[in-house]
């Protein structure tokens, strides 16, 4: 096995496809990456047995052949080379030689055959997603994913139709929720409520960094796939059930607050410094037309801050933890955030103002 490839053309996708792979693994051949070159194009194919990613970049094909190496090892030699670098790599006796201008490596290789069989099952539910839209629904849901694995039902993004025919994507730890909704995407129909693993999730996020094409969804009952550009992620689906969301949403919240999103983000950041690093409480002192943010620690450190709010409503105090605020402040796209709060110990309503499409709740703490 041979072929020659410039370097930029080999990092790119070899970044995409190691990323899956575990750093450590009790299972050599799980820390490889398969290569396969022929007909012109280097094929490369990666797991972690929950997920399968492969990819495709064209080379100049000396012999053909196919070949398993190490895939951290590997992506951290391309990495290395210098830029404009031409790769010549060839595969005999039991080692890959990687060659660029002065520098050589020989690493290791092991069957082909002892890599797991990707499984490539039938997915009945197929459409597509414009990039940005992913993007969109990825970033406003997943800081909420829990990370709590008791509570494994909850360790990824639940995807779905909602009752109202909505694309619908939540994630909750328990103290906060996100959900965002957009328009169903022609073939979704009939498809199956499923929760998408955050290391997925993650994947998926950043294989849209720079791609603003169309993506293409295709889902089973226990699968899902993702095909964005060149490249294909195939995960497993966490096999639980996602607790009714839609319970937890405080619908009759009528003390309404709104403020300048960056004034509040960058208040709450500075208040929130002295406060003790577990929780991270901030509480927040409402009276119309003033928030007043307070946090205190248990070496008698205090801070306070005001701000200008719009709020006529009756005097009330609630406490936040200060990251969830921040978190959720981050995603709200616009210049002002809308708090819904009914009193001190209800969860409270943010999204902004006008947004029906997407919505954050979160649970107060007692400070």
Known sequence: MKFTIDRISLLRPLGQVQSVVERRNTIPILANVVLQAADGQLSM????????????????????????????????????????????????????????????????????????????????????????DMRDMIDATRFAISTEETRYYLNGIYLHKSEQGDLCAVATDGHRLALTRQGLPAGATAMPSIIVPRKAVNEVRKLLDDFDGEIGVALSETRAEFSIGSVHLRTKLIDGTFPDYTRVIPRGNDRIMQVDSASFSAAVDRVSTISSEKSRSVKMRLQPGMLNLSASSTDASSAVEEIEVSYDGAEMEIGFNARYLLDIASQVDSDTIEFALADQGSPSLVRAPGDEATLFVLMPMRV
């Not at 060839?90 to 990687?98: C, K, L, M, P, S």
């Open 45 to 132: 194919t990666a797991t972690d047995m929950d997920m399968d990613i492969a990819t495709k970049v064209e080379c100049a094909v000396g012999t053909a052949g196919t070949t398993t190496v190490s895939a951290h090892l590997l992506y951290d030699i391309v990495r290395k080379l210098p830029e404009g670098a031409e790769v010549d790599v060839t595969v005999a006796d039991g080692h890959a030689r990687i060659s660029a201008g002065r520098s050589d490596f020989r690493l290791p290789t092991l069957p082909v055959e002892d890599f797991p069989a990707i499984s490539v099952g039938d997915m009945p539910d197929a459409f597509m997603l414009t990039a940005a």
